[in-house]
């Protein structure tokens, strides 16, 4: 109980401080709430011709959404907060069992429903692309499982999730304001996880615990409930195949033991215009603050090393990626924080210099992720394809498999910021 309390009072602390970070640095305030685009700038700057803007604001007693494209706007009442986020819930937990045949009506019910409450009123979307601000429990939810007609949004549109469009105004300023990364890709995956790793040069056995025991990695864990960390071996073969579309003297492979927080922190990522990696991630709502990835915990002779890439870490970081990938459990979530939305490490990224990123809504499958990501970037280095496109491929190509045909395995990876 004493601990407790004074885990508590650390955090409260830590809480203090970040409101006078937030006070102090004006970028910081500008990503967290940036002025307000008006509807004049929104058409004529930030749209185009393919895009139409869904955002949705949740009330207690009636909710609204504003559907946008470069000539027209439109409003919509909606049902109150209660009704939609009750919904919403139900399909995101629904969504994470799809894959059982025993939930799969009662799956496709629960998709219709929600999505006729959120779209019954609106007229055919005739546009390639829809960006999505999302409220409340609707954040939850991937939108290219939802549906039109009964035919899932993901089948006719790319879709793209906002935190708003005074954020993506900013990111399209920083952006046009840097010089492009260098080289092409740097990939992070495949960590030393435990003390009886085969890579561990020891060979030590009698150690079968989760690495050391690092405070906020332990505290993280007790959190969200995770009781182990163990090797996730597809990520081997999901590293290999993305490293095996660009050129070696333009990569980083950043492996095994080199799949470190030490890595991540040396400024190397900065030279990179695409950033993956492909680990275990840890989303704290309780704590938003102690959510992170985690690395490699120990190193070549068994020793214990910190290998929890917190979030603060990733506010600290400078880089010039045009894209992260954070292949992991649950990196799109975050603690809902009033007045910031989530908090997590979707934002942490996009504060440290990412313009976009794929990151995921539930803990998903390391054998279909593996599949997913070879297909991603496949597109995007072979093909030429912008992030959004590309995943709406790969997309599309997994649940065209019959056994990765459940939204389980393709619907949790969602695309987050700047579509262009």
């Not at 409450?117 to 939850?140: H, M, T, Y």
């Not at 959190?223 to 095996?244: F, H, M, N, Q, S």
């Amino acid at each position: 109980m004493r601990l407790e309390h004074e885990i508590e009072a650390s955090l409260r602390e830590l809480e203090q401080v970040q409101s006078r970070i937030r006070a102090a640095s004006p970028r910081y305030a500008e990503r967290i709430s940036p002025a307000p685009v008006d509807i004049d700038r929104l058409q004529k700057e930030i749209l185009d011709d393919e895009t139409l803007l869904l955002e949705f604001s949740l009330g207690e007693e009636r909710s609204f959404l504003w559907a946008v494209t470069d000539l027209t706007v439109r409003s919509y009442v909606l049902p109150g907060r209660g009704e939609i986020e009750s919904r919403a819930r139900r399909v995101y937990d629904l969504l994470n069992r799809s894959h059982r045949r025993q939930v799969r009506r009662e799956t496709e019910l629960a998709i219709a429903d929600l999505s006729q409450i959120l779209f019954g009123a609106i007229d055919e979307i005739e546009k390639e692309r829809i960006a999505v601000v999302s409220d409340g429990a609707l954040q939850f939810v991937p939108f290219a499982a939802l549906e039109t007609g009964g035919v899932p949004l993901l089948t006719r549109h790319e879709i793209v999730h906002l935190p708003s469009a005074s954020v993506l105004s900013v990111l399209r300023r920083e952006l046009a304001a840097r010089p492009p990364a260098e080289r092409a890709l740097a990939v992070i995956a495949d960590p030393v996880l435990e003390r009886d790793d085969l890579r561990v040069a020891s060979g030590r056995s009698e150690a079968a615990d989760v690495g050391p025991r690092n405070g906020d990695l332990l505290r993280s864990a007790e959190d969200t409930g995770l009781e182990a960390v163990a090797r996730l071996p597809y990520t081997r073969d999901e590293a290999e195949a993305i490293l095996a579309l660009a050129e070696e003297d333009e990569s980083l492979r950043a492996l095994d033991f080199d799949a470190s927080r030490k890595t991540v922190l040396s400024g190397e990522l900065s030279r990179y215009r695409l950033v993956h990696f492909a680990t275990h991630g840890m989303l704290n709502s309780r704590h938003p603050e102690l959510s992170g990835l985690v690395l490699s915990l120990v190193d070549s002779n068994g020793g214990p090393v910190d290998g929890f890439l917190r979030l603060h870490d990733v506010y600290g970081l400078k880089l010039r990626a045009d894209l992260v990938v954070l292949s992991a459990c649950r990196t799109a979530l975050g603690g809902e924080i009033e007045g910031e939305g989530l908090v997590g490490l979707v934002r942490g990224f996009m504060y440290a210099g990412a313009p976009r990123l794929v990151a995921t809504l539930w803990d998903v499958r390391d054998e279909s992720t593996a599949e997913l990501m070879k297909r991603f970037y496949r597109g995007i280095l072979e093909e030429g394809l912008s992030a959004s496109r590309a995943l709406r491929k790969a997309q599309l190509q997994l649940a065209s498999q019959e056994r990765f045909r459940a939204p389980y395995y393709w619907a949790g990876f969602v695309l987050q910021g700047e579509w262009r």
